[in-house]
T-cell receptor, first 113, second 114 residues
Framework: GESVGLHLPTLSVQEGDNSIINCAYS??????FIWYKQESGKGPQFIID?????DKRQGQRVTVLLNKTVKHLSLQIAATQPGDSAVYFC????????????FGGGTRVLVKP | DTGVSQDPRHKITKRGQNVTFRCDPI?????LYWYRQTLGQGPEFLTY????????KSRLLSDRFSAERPKGSFSTLEIQRTEQGDSAMYLC????????????FGEGSRLTVL
C-alpha cells in the first residue's frame, strides 16, 4: 500500500499501553482543532475535535487536550490497539473562513504486539 | 458507499500532459475542498467551493491548476502542462454548513509525473 510519510516522527507503543501525541498550532484565532488518522493508502479520517473554548474533550478511547496559552494540542489514546497504527495529524480551522483546515506535521504511531 | 469518492485513484502521466481528477462529495454536503499531500507532509489546502461558487484559492494553486463545481455537486481539478513537482496525492473533502470542523475525505488521487 501507499506510505503516507517516510520521515515522520514515530511513536512506538506496546499494545495495551496509552499513547500521547502532541501538536503545536500556529493561529491563536483558530476556533476548532481536530485530530485526523491516516492509514496507508487512505484519506484522513476524523477522530475527534475540540472547540477553542474548551480544554478537554473525551471520545471513545481518545481524549483531546487543548492548551491555548502555549498553543498546544494533544491526543491521548487509551489501551492502544494494532488498528491504531497510522499517521496522526492535528489540524486547526477558523469556521468563519470557510472551515478550511490547516494541518500540522504528522506523527506515525506503531503499535507493537 | 455514500462517502466521498475520487477518480482515478492513480494516474501516471508524462511531463507536459494535462490531467483531470474528479470528486463526488457526500450528496447533502454544500462545501467541497481540494487538498494536496506529498510524502511525509500533512495535506495542504488548495481551494474550496460552497455549492457552485469557488470561494477561495490558495497561492499553491498556480495558473496551471483549475477547479470547477458546475452544478454544485461533483467537482473536477485539472492540471495543465504537468510538471514533476505536481506529483502528489490530491485529496477531496466535503462538509456540511453546520458549525463543526469535521471534513470527510476521499481516498485521494495519486498523481505521478514522469
Amino acid at each position: 500500500g501507499e506510505s503516507v510519510g517516510l520521515h515522520l516522527p514515530t511513536l512506538s507503543v506496546q499494545e495495551g499501553d496509552n499513547s500521547i501525541i502532541n501538536c503545536a498550532y500556529s493561529n491563536s484565532a483558530s476556533d476548532y482543532f481536530i485530530w485526523y488518522k491516516q492509514e496507508s493508502g487512505k484519506g484522513p479520517q476524523f477522530i475527534i475535535d475540540i472547540r477553542s473554548n474548551m480544554d478537554k474533550r473525551q471520545g471513545q478511547r481518545v481524549t483531546v487536550l487543548l492548551n491555548k496559552t502555549v498553543k498546544h494540542l494533544s491526543l491521548q489514546i487509551a489501551a492502544t490497539q494494532p488498528g491504531d497504527s497510522a499517521v496522526y495529524f492535528c489540524a486547526e480551522t477558523f469556521l468563519a473562513a470557510g472551515n478550511k483546515l490547516t494541518f500540522g506535521g504528522g506523527t506515525r504511531v506503531l503499535v507493537k504486539p | 458507499d455514500t462517502g466521498v469518492s475520487q477518480d482515478p485513484r492513480h494516474k501516471i502521466t508524462k511531463r507536459g500532459q494535462n490531467v483531470t481528477f474528479r470528486c463526488d462529495p457526500i450528496s447533502e454536503h454544500n462545501r467541497l475542498y481540494w487538498y494536496r499531500q506529498t510524502l511525509g507532509q500533512g495535506p495542504e489546502f488548495l481551494t474550496y467551493f460552497q455549492n457552485e461558487a469557488q470561494l477561495e484559492k490558495s497561492r499553491l494553486l498556480s495558473d496551471r491548476f483549475s477547479a470547477e463545481r458546475p452544478k454544485g455537486s461533483f467537482s473536477t481539478l485539472e492540471i495543465q502542462r504537468t510538471e514533476q513537482g505536481d506529483s502528489a496525492m490530491y485529496l477531496c473533502a466535503s462538509s456540511s454548513l453546520r458549525d463543526t470542523g469535521e471534513l470527510f475525505f476521499g481516498e485521494g488521487s495519486r498523481l505521478t509525473v514522469l
